[in-house]
């Protein structure tokens, strides 16, 4: 089972900014699409930003302009840099990476907002 691991969440005050960072094995290849998903207390889980292997990108309206998603292919990297951050973006952030037979999620990292 692939692991893929996510970091850098934490607890900010609102307006603060956080970089989140995803992983995923090296030699892991035929990734088409690498995501960032969130879930709230109570609830369903959000899409929130995409990117292609070719560098297309996709947001959420709510993130829109406050965050950008970018990956580093040499590191089978993905990142989600999170600005003007509001208490309502507190949520576990999750990755997932799909590609061709691949789709492959990681455990999650708590982002809290709060003054």
């Known amino acids: 089972q692939v692991q893929l691991v996510e970091s850098g969440g934490g607890l900010v005050q609102p307006g603060g900014s956080l970089r989140l960072s995803c992983a995923a094995p090296?030699?892991?290849?035929?990734?088409?699409?690498m995501n960032w998903y969130r879930q709230a207390p109570g609830k369903q889980r959000e899409f929130v930003a995409a990117?292609?292997?070719?560098?297309?990108?996709n947001y959420a309206d709510s993130v829109t302009g406050r965050f950008t998603i970018s990956t580093d292919n040499a590191k089978n990297t993905v990142y989600l840099q999170m600005n003007s951050l509001k208490p309502e973006d507190t949520a576990l952030y999750y990755c997932?990476?799909?590609?061709?037979?691949?789709?492959?999620w990681g455990k999650g990292t708590l982002v809290t907002v709060t003054s």
């Open positions: 997932n990476v799909v590609g061709i037979g691949i789709n492959y």
């Open positions: 090296a030699g892991l290849f035929s990734i088409i699409l």
């Open positions: 990117i292609t292997n070719g560098g297309i990108t």
